[in-house]
T-cell receptor, first 114, second 118 residues
Framework: GENVEQHPSTLSVQEGDSAVIKCTYS??????FPWYKQELGKRPQLIID?????GEKKDQRIAVTLNKTAKHFSLHITETQPEDSAVYFC?????????????FGKGTHLIIQP | NAGVTQTPKFRILKIGQSMTLQCTQD?????MYWYRQDPGMGLKLIYY???????DKGEVPNGYNVSRSTTEDFPLRLELAAPSQTSVYFC?????????????????FGPGTRLTVL
């Protein structure tokens, strides 16, 4: 089955700086890669996703890049703000939007220092 | 739209007890999922369903059962609770445009059920 590795496990950045979280996947057939944000005690919420026919996608301060050859994808957050503090999870799926479920990384705890 | 709802929010079980975690969605989504999240970890897929009457195992199905008699409901059953099943359980749903699942939309998660087995 699919295996998703995520790094780093904890990331501390100064407010206003950029943050980058990286994930690798094992199954070259995976074609859908969402990123979820989870605040303490809350449900995961989708912040951005990318499909394998696209190399980069951007939504305001958040961007995701995908390198299919290397089987890795990254989340980029620019101009970080205190409300960006949370745990971020990457995931991968073999079937478009995850029809057979998502395989998640172990998460990155992003800490925004004031 | 309430989205995806789950009951109960919290539950403590004794070893060997049984319970059903309820999940309901009102978005007319055809796909539904159950995940578990252990402390400090990502989510792992337990079971999923692509439509009423159809279910399939995920990565960690042992100790659980599911059924999908309606589009809206996808209950998760624990028959003989064990301490290893202490976790937070999330239900999710999504909508697929095609039988193959391609073009499936975002997975929306419920608020979770925190289960402790003692």
């Amino acid at each position: 089955g699919e295996n998703v590795e995520q790094h780093p496990s904890t990331l501390s950045v100064q407010e206003g700086d950029s943050a980058v979280i990286k994930c690798t996947y094992s199954d070259s057939a995976s074609n859908y890669f969402p990123w979820y944000k989870q605040e303490l005690g809350k449900r995961p919420q989708l912040i951005i996703d990318i499909r394998s026919n696209v190399g980069e996608k951007k939504d305001q301060r958040i961007a995701v890049t995908l390198n299919k050859t290397a089987k890795h994808f990254s989340l980029h957050i620019t101009e970080t703000q205190p409300e960006d503090s949370a745990v971020y999870f990457c995931a991968a799926s073999l079937s478009g939007g995850g029809a057979d479920g998502l395989t998640f990384g172990k998460g990155t705890h992003l800490i925004i220092q004031p | 739209n309430a989205g995806v709802t789950q009951t109960p929010k919290f539950r403590i079980l004794k070893i060997g007890q049984s319970m059903t975690l309820q999940c309901t969605q009102d978005m007319n989504h055809n796909y539904m999922y159950w995940y578990r999240q252990d402390p400090g970890m990502g989510l792992k897929l337990i079971y999923y369903s692509v439509g009423a009457g159809i279910t399939d195992k995920g990565e960690v199905p042992n100790g659980y059962n599911v059924s999908r008699s309606t589009t809206e409901d996808f209950p998760l059953r624990l028959e003989l609770a064990a301490p290893s099943q202490t976790s937070v359980y999330f239900c999710a749903s999504s909508y697929s445009l095609e039988p193959t699942g391609r073009g499936t939309d975002t997975q929306y998660f419920g608020p979770g059920t925190r289960l402790t087995v003692l």
